[in-house]
């Protein structure tokens, strides 16, 4: 073998997935088709629970510290989310794609991981033993499993013939990254009477100090093939459309068209070759859904191919990760095409419609129904399922980052093995068995007993019989 790990594509999923592996111990190596790292913006976004899981991997200030990333809100279907109704410490931030891939790009190399760049992957076979990577320049790589983390249009999926169901595009918008002139600092969505639309969010600067923003507009007339280039003239007259002479264009750095595809795979496994990010899932990028939920698909799936490589992973774990994820990636499209019709994105403004989001707005101000939106954009609202303790209100959900005096549940995440949180000192003599990957900590602390996988999802907690969620998880005790 030339590696335990093949992961196909260097974009955020697959960065994150590598760190994962490299944390973990597992040989890696990460390929990419591009000769060099792009350097659009694509998302913008970062959400609640990304935050949390760099937080774990002590990734989290590094990252912030690259620029300025403000706090920002999110929004469902253009209906803005306060800050106060995000109960989570950390908040929704203003990172872009690019900035996260550049900082990943010299994270891994910093640990000695470059990504092998001009790696067109062209052909794949798998035995029982592995999987063969063949690229078009030429190169064969033999690993013990490849993960595709290529993109909506994955070639790993095509050779897989693996199914994509779903919906095909029907409509495209423009996303544009832009600096403009007299906007107001809290404009988010802007509709006018004739069903025109635009959308702003923060992008942070640029490198003068220069308020950069993620532009989108929609409206009758607005949907044109995705092909067709988008030019500064139809930026201009977009933003004259929806704000008149209020707002104006000083640079267009980026455009392009997106479309409302939605589809997923059917399985997020194919024996020794896992799918993750845009290669499982494609929908509207609504809220940066999709680079977090792909990012957040690498944390669930490198500690599990961790412990498959170092043998001690028990029956059926890798197979967890399809049970969890795919779920996940459903949710998120389901919960994007309603925001897509409540939008009205191509400025129908019918009737019904109308009358729909109008008594959605009213419910949406209530205290309940904003924290539940928030949790639903925020990835805080998964909650995986846990057989044989799922009556136990933290069980599936993550963890919660409890200060236990010598150090909080995060920093003692940062090692990527699993932790008992044991404060009356009962459990020793079981956890002892498992020390090998499972850490115990918070002796004497003011929590009860919880078990934390590597990826910070609590899979047992204030119940008898710790040995069976042990097992479940961990493995045989050595």
């Known amino acids: 073998m030339d590696t335990d790990v093949i992961v196909v594509g260097a974009g955020p999923t697959g960065m994150t997935l590598a760190n994962e592996l490299l944390t973990a111990g597992v040989s890696t190596v990460l390929v990419d088709k591009l000769s060099q790292r792009s350097d659009l913006s694509k998302a913008g976004g970062m959400q609640s629970r990304t935050l949390e899981a760099l937080d774990q991997r002590g990734l989290l200030e590094p990252l912030l510290a690259t620029g300025d990333h403000p706090v920002t809100t999110g929004h469902f279907a253009g209906i803005p989310l306060p800050l106060h109704s995000n109960p989570h410490h950390l908040p929704w931030r203003a990172v872009p794609q690019v900035v996260i891939e550049g900082f990943f790009e010299q994270h891994l190399a910093a640990h000695g991981l470059h990504a092998r760049r001009d790696h067109e992957l062209v052909d794949l076979a798998q035995d029982d033993d592995g999987v063969t990577a063949t690229f078009a320049n030429g190169a064969i790589l033999h690993s013990r499993y490849l993960v595709a983390a290529d993109g909506a249009h994955s070639t790993v999926r095509s050779r897989l013939r693996a199914g994509f169901p779903g919906r095909p595009g029907t409509l495209t918008i423009i996303a544009a990254d832009v600096r403009l002139g007299g906007v107001d600092p809290s404009t988010s969505h802007t509709w006018n009477e004739d069903g ?137 499209l389901r919960n994007v095409r309603a925001q897509s019709l409540l939008m009205d994105w191509t400025g129908t403004r019918d009737p019904d419609v109308l009358a729909a989001r109008e008594i959605f707005m009213s419910m949406a101000q209530l205290p309940d129904g904003q924290r539940y939106l ?29 200060d236990l005096g010598s150090a909080r549940v995060h920093e003692l995440l940062r090692s990527a093995r699993g932790i008992l949180l044991d404060p009356a000192d009962t459990f020793g003599k079981i956890a002892d068995r498992w020390s090998d990957r499972v850490d115990r900590a918070g002796q004497g602390a003011d929590t009860e007993p919880m078990l934390i996988r590597p990826d910070g999802y609590v899979c047992w907690a204030g119940a008898d019989d710790l040995e069976p969620a042990l097992d479940r998880w961990f493995g045989e005790p050595r």
Do not use: C
């Open 196 to 332: 025109h639309w635009a959308a702003l969010f923060p992008l942070g600067t640029d490198p003068q100090g220069r308020q950069l923003r993620r532009l989108v507009l929609g409206g009758p007339g607005q949907s044109l093939p995705r092909e067709i280039p988008v030019t500064e003239d139809e930026i201009r007259h977009g933003l004259s459309t929806v704000f008149g002479t209020r707002v104006h264009l000083l640079e267009l750095r980026y455009a392009r068209r997106i479309t409302n595809a939605s589809r997923q795979v059917e399985q997020y496994r194919y024996g020794r070759v896992f799918l993750a990010g845009d290669a499982a899932h494609v929908h509207l990028p609504l809220g940066a859904q999709g680079m977090n939920t792909g990012m957040q698909d690498a944390l669930n799936l490198g500690w599990k191919l961790g412990a498959a490589v170092h043998g001690w992973a028990p029956k059926n774990l890798l197979d967890t990760y399809h049970a969890e994820r795919h779920p996940a990636g459903a949710a998120v």
């Open 374 to 402: 928030a949790d639903l954009m925020s990835g805080m609202a998964i909650r995986y399922p846990m057989p044989g303790t799922e009556t136990h209100p933290l069980v599936g959900r993550p963890a919660p980052d409890l």
